[in-house]
């Protein structure tokens, strides 16, 4: 076995508006276990699975020029500054899942379709700027249930979707009491699986 093999496979998730590409979400991973030196010591910053933009000037400059190249190019894969990066647009945002520059493109692209998907159902179809910013305890939590410490937890964004609790809906429709939350999340998915199914009978699929 390899003494390098490691289950960290994300450095950073981001959200960044296509408005005024202001950030609307970013965090950035590093390897939640660094290897020792040869004395017993942690590796100092620089070790395999480090984040190499520690500063908010360095993400910030590096979320700068990730914007400026995707909206560039028609793939939904890049390489930008030796990581790989795929990223989704929904409405008027920008979904970016960054990896290292040896990190499989297709388990990335899982990634930022089980976030896509996750935060349509539990937007309810809404996933936008202001709705992310209304909701930003669900989107953190949305994603937390996605990656934990650059690690992949989980792809089904049904499943994402139901870890997720929602806190007191001002929106409910029965007004009253408040519905469970499993019945909550079964209706959210019940919307989802029609928006899917209409969208896939329109391709001819």
Do not use: H, W
């Given at each position: 076995m390899s003494p390098n093999l490691t289950l960290f496979s994300i450095s950073a998730i981001l959200l960044v508006s296509t408005d005024d590409r202001t950030r609307l979400f970013a965090k950035y991973y590093s390897s939640p276990h660094p290897p020792l030196s040869t004395a017993g010591?942690?590796?100092?910053?620089?070790?395999?699975?480090?984040?190499?933009?520690?500063t908010l000037k360095d993400q910030k400059a590096f979320e700068k020029g990730l914007?400026?190249?995707?909206?560039?190019?028609?793939?939904?894969?890049?390489?930008?500054d030796n990581k790989v990066v795929?990223?989704?647009?929904?409405?008027?945002?920008?979904?970016?899942?960054?990896g290292g520059p040896?990190?499989?493109?297709?388990?990335?692209?899982?990634?930022?379709?089980?976030?896509?998907?996750?935060?349509?159902?539990?937007?309810?179809?809404?996933?936008?700027k202001r709705s992310i910013l209304e909701h930003y305890d669900l989107v953190s939590l949305c994603i937390?249930?996605?990656?934990?410490?650059?690690?992949?937890?989980?792809?089904?964004p049904v499943i994402v979707a139901s870890?997720?609790?929602?806190?007191?809906a001002q929106d409910n429709p029965l007004g009253g009491k408040g519905i469970e939350l499993s019945?909550?999340?079964l209706l959210n998915v019940w919307e989802f699986g029609k928006m899917?199914?209409?969208?896939r009978m329109r391709q001819g699929l």
């Open positions: 010591q942690p590796t100092p910053q620089n070790y395999p699975g480090a984040s190499a933009y520690p914007y400026e190249k995707s909206v560039k190019t028609n793939a939904d894969v890049i390489l930008y795929v990223f989704k647009t929904e409405g008027d945002l920008m979904m970016y899942v960054v040896e990190e499989n493109e297709i388990l990335l692209f899982s990634v930022v379709l089980c976030l896509r998907d996750a935060l349509s159902i539990l937007l309810k179809s809404s996933t936008d937390d249930e996605i990656v934990d410490d650059g690690i992949i937890l989980e792809t089904d870890r997720v609790s929602r806190p007191p019945e909550q999340g899917k199914l209409a969208e």
